[in-house]
């Protein structure tokens, strides 16, 4: 099956036992990073595998999500939301050039994952291991940019519709104004930019058709 799971909403392919899971079963997983909630897209095919670019399994689901896990997935959020402000004091007393984003608790409770964004490198060897102190848990500092941070919190686009960076897509191509310009879209870019203030993922989504049919055309004019 094709899951997804963790706050950056990653996808994969789990292997399972026998069972069937129908399309949006909340299931419990085992992945790469530990024991983790996810959520049941479509069964796994060539044509997946394709898409997401693995031959093999990511792990295992492991079981459908009970109502005892629910409970336990209400307060890990709880803590998390400990977990970040506890965070924050701590970054604010070593004055670090760093902004916490976002905090991710692994439903097995194998680690907690900090995410911040930051203009250059930071020294945080003495902020995990106050961390890891606090929290009695190992500590992941992970770096992430900004198309990264709208992943993490952002929630609706201009179109209405959830935003692609946090539903589909596996990776964020790179976009240009170039392919607004072949598109005729607006160059204002406050209208073409999305919630983290760049270009739209969705401008790159046509414009390989658009280039292919302006090699066959002719120019403007003729």
């Known amino acids: 099956y094709v899951v997804r799971y963790g706050a950056m909403r990653q996808l994969g392919e789990y292997s399972a036992r026998a069972q069937e899971f129908a399309r949006g079963a909340q299931v419990i997983v085992r992945s790469h990073r530990g024991t983790e909630w996810g959520e049941v897209l479509c069964a796994a095919t060539d044509?997946?595998?394709?898409?997401?670019?693995?031959?093999?399994?990511?792990?295992?689901?492991?079981r459908t999500a009970t109502p005892d896990d629910e409970r336990l997935r209400d307060d890990l959020v709880r803590r998390e939301q400990e977990s970040f402000l506890g965070a924050r004091e701590e970054?604010?007393?070593?004055?670090?050039?760093?902004?916490?984003?976002?905090?991710?608790?692994l439903f097995g409770l194998e680690k907690i994952i900090f995410y911040y964004t930051a203009e250059g490198r930071v020294d945080f060897r003495e902020l995990v291991k106050a961390l890891a102190k606090r929290f009695q848990s190992?500590?992941?500092?992970?770096?992430?940019?900004?198309?990264?941070?709208?992943?993490?919190?952002?929630?609706?686009?201009?179109?209405g519709k959830p935003t692609c960076c946090n539903t589909f897509l596996q990776e964020m191509p790179p976009v240009s104004m170039k392919m607004a310009k072949l598109q005729k879209a607006t160059l204002d870019p406050t209208k073409i930019s999305g919630r983290?203030?760049?270009l739209k993922c969705c401008l790159r989504y046509e414009y390989d058709t658009y280039e292919e049919n302006r090699r066959e055309l002719p120019g403007v004019g003729k």
Request: glycine share 8%.
């Open 91 to 105: 970054i604010a007393e070593r004055h670090m050039a760093m902004q916490l984003v976002d905090v991710e608790l």
């Open 47 to 62: 044509r997946t595998r394709q898409y997401l670019g693995v031959q093999d399994s990511t792990g295992k689901v492991l």
């Open 196 to 198: 983290c203030g760049r």
């Open 138 to 159: 190992r500590i992941e500092m992970r770096q992430i940019g900004i198309r990264d941070e709208a992943k993490l919190l952002a929630d609706y686009g201009d179109c």
